[in-house]
């Protein structure tokens, strides 16, 4: 059987959609290490990490599971947004959304993000998307 992973990601903490249990984490390099170890435990039947953009709170544990050559995918919050409002859920928590963020993976099977940015290029990211605010 292969599992899909939900991850809600914040400031403080990240939201886990562990195997259909909620698991809650620090989002710290502690915290990231310990989720990453157990990702890799089930690497052979690991199929896809989803997480949404947080302000950049998702990149530590989106290099992780790049370094670790894990399969992760970071769903624009749009695409997540309207397939929660397509299942008719209006609540909102951490939870929930860690679970939603499950069931799209596995209904919508987005494929692993392949190309992790340098520091260089984020930083550029971040600058045209700023622009583009202003």
């Known amino acids: 059987m292969k599992y899909f992973i939900g991850i809600d990601v914040s400031k403080h903490q990240l939201d886990v959609d562990w195997l259909d249990t909620p698991l809650c984490i620090d989002n710290t390099q502690s ?9 890799i ?3 052979d039947t690991l199929s896809l990490i989803v997480c949404e953009p947080s302000g950049g709170y998702e990149q530590q ?3 992780a599971c ?3 050559k894990l399969p992760v995918h970071v769903a624009h919050a749009n695409k997540i947004r309207n397939f929660a409002k397509s299942k008719g859920l209006k ?3 951490d939870k929930m959304d860690a679970r939603i963020l499950t069931e799209y993976a ?4 987005p494929c692993a993000d392949s190309l992790l940015l340098s520091k260089n290029a984020i930083q550029i990211k971040e600058l045209l998307k700023r622009r583009e605010q202003l």
Do not use: D, E, N, P
């Not at 596995?106 to 099977?109: E, G, I």
């Open 66 to 68: 790049h370094k670790a």
């Open 61 to 63: 544990i989106v290099k």
């Open 106 to 109: 596995k209904v919508m099977k």
């Open 91 to 93: 609540a909102k928590t």
């Open 31 to 39: 915290g990231i290490k310990k989720l990453v170890s157990k990702f």
């Open 41 to 43: 435990k089930l690497r």
